[in-house]
């Protein structure tokens, strides 16, 4: 059954300052997305991995997946206040289905 | 642009009642599915649908039943509506097979049953 970990669950930081939230997954997989949820919002799509080795940039946000090591990255570049949102990563159940299955998500809060 | 609708974005039901949640999607998608949200819990699936008429048990369906006549609509029924129903629902499409694209948001729906 697949498992997917995602971590920190809560992440405070200050603007101006990198970090990396990580998403792991417990068996293989071959696809993995990444979305954003405001407060009171729905799920935005930020990105999708298809391939091993993929990393995806859009603004201050870059997506990574390691396939081998059953593990994607979302780094965060000098934080903004806009940036504060649930992350969520979700990784295909196997090749032959459309079904996804999420992490529980990591709360992002950028101070000034 | 891609558009999926929910029905309503809140809804207070009573225990016991019926409930009907329903989703439209307007991207000719063939997939849709239906998510419950509860802090500390992520997203769970609760049914989804790879075709009209068909459907598949997610990981949580227990106290729900879908219904899909045509291909953009697809409604999460709650048959007989209890509290620990109480949540955030969302539904989602998709593409199928092979293209691999994201799944589709609607804006939700937060049911609270009393």
């Known amino acids: 059954e697949l498992k997917v970990e995602q971590n920190p669950l809560f992440l405070s930081m200050q603007e101006g300052k990198n970090y990396t939230i990580y998403c792991n997954y417990s068996t293989t997989s071959d696809r993995l997305y990444w979305y954003r949820q405001d407060p009171g919002k729905s799920l935005e799509s930020l990105f999708v991995l298809l391939s091993n080795g993929a990393v995806k940039q859009e603004g201050r946000l870059m997506a990574s997946l390691d396939t081998k090591a059953r593990l994607s990255t979302l780094h965060i570049t000098a934080a903004v206040h806009d940036l504060s949102a649930t992350y969520f990563c979700a990784v295909g159940e196997s090749y032959n289905t459309d079904k996804l299955i999420f992490g529980t998500g990591t709360r992002l809060q950028v101070f000034p | 642009d891609v558009k999926v609708t929910q029905s309503s974005r809140y809804l207070v039901k009573r225990t016991g009642e019926k409930v009907f949640l329903e989703c439209v999607q307007d991207?000719?998608?063939?997939?849709m599915f239906w998510y419950r949200q509860d802090p500390g819990l992520g997203l769970r699936l609760i049914y989804f649908?790879?075709?009209?008429?068909?459907?598949e048990k997610g990981d949580i369906p227990e106290g729900y039943s879908v219904s899909r006549e045509k291909k953009e609509r697809f409604s999460l029924i709650l048959e007989s509506a209890s509290t620990n129903q109480t949540s955030m629902y969302l539904c989602a499409s998709s593409p199928a097979g092979r293209e691999r694209d994201t799944q589709y948001f609607g804006p939700g729906t937060r049911l609270t049953v009393l």
């Open positions: 649908s790879y075709d009209v008429k068909m459907k």
């Open positions: 991207m000719d998608h063939e997939n």
